[in-house]
């Protein structure tokens, strides 16, 4: 099974609101990723975690709060979101050591009016 | 992270060759190149990596200049689904949790 699961797959939400991304992948794999894609643009890197440990933040705006609970699951909790931050927010995983291929999941689509 | 060029788009026949090029002038010794593709509503997909080798699988095969500044993705009989965008990306270690740092990538449409 080399798969990334990805739920919701597609998120309205207001600028008021909180939502949560969920990503779960049962492969072993100990890093876990978190991707922001615009429309027509490459995917950018927001987050790695590493043995459950955050590991690298891109510097990113605080109304974005990642969590690894276990080595399987990833969320990413928005709150206060801007219109600007609509996006596919995409979750890899992969194995730390060795061949270090990260598999996707296929994204959440985030609308925030 | 060091760069690495492609052009935009490129457009090929069913059942052809098709030829990704990508430059990478910069490369460093101890970087390998990635390839990974995102078809259409979904997330990107590993396609192939090597180092200084040309390497086979069965996606694809990668060939990799002598000199190691410019590499080609080669999918040798392309069909309607490999039409995607391709990135080409350099890592520096096949090892450790590393981020993935995308260019604009080649995008990649076939004809039947």
């Known amino acids: 099974d080399t798969e990334v699961t990805q739920t919701p797959k597609h998120l309205v939400m207001g600028m008021t609101n909180k939502k949560s991304l969920k990503c779960e992948q049962h492969?072993?794999?100990?890093?876990m990723y978190w991707y922001k894609q615009k429309a027509k643009k490459p995917p950018e890197l927001m987050f790695v975690?590493?043995?459950?440990?955050?590991?690298i933040n891109e510097s990113v705006p605080s109304r974005f709060s990642p969590e690894c609970p276990n080595s399987s699951l990833l969320n990413l909790h928005l709150h206060a979101l801007q219109p600007e931050d609509s996006a596919l927010y995409l979750c890899?995983?992969?194995?730390?050591?060795?061949?270090?291929?990260?598999?996707f999941g296929a994204g959440t689509r985030l609308s925030v009016l | 992270d060091a760069k690495t060029t492609q052009p935009n788009s490129m457009e090929s026949n069913e059942e052809e060759p098709v030829h990704l090029p990508c430059n990478h002038s910069?490369?460093?010794?101890?970087?390998?190149i990635h390839w990974y593709r995102q078809l259409p509503s979904q997330g990107p997909e590993y396609v192939i990596h090597g180092l200084t080798s040309n390497v086979n699988n069965r996606m694809a095969s990668l060939a990799i200049a002598e000199d190691r500044k410019s590499s080609t993705l080669i999918l040798h009989r392309a069909t309607l689904r490999d039409a995607a965008v391709y990135y080409c990306i350099l890592r520096d270690s096949i090892q450790g949790a590393q981020k993935l740092v995308f260019g604009q990538g080649t995008r990649l449409t076939i004809n039947p």
């Open positions: 890899a995983s992969s194995p730390v050591w060795g061949k270090n291929i990260q598999y």
């Open positions: 975690y590493s043995y459950e440990k955050l590991s």
């Open positions: 492969m072993g794999h100990r890093a």
């Open positions: 910069t490369i460093s010794g101890t970087d390998y």
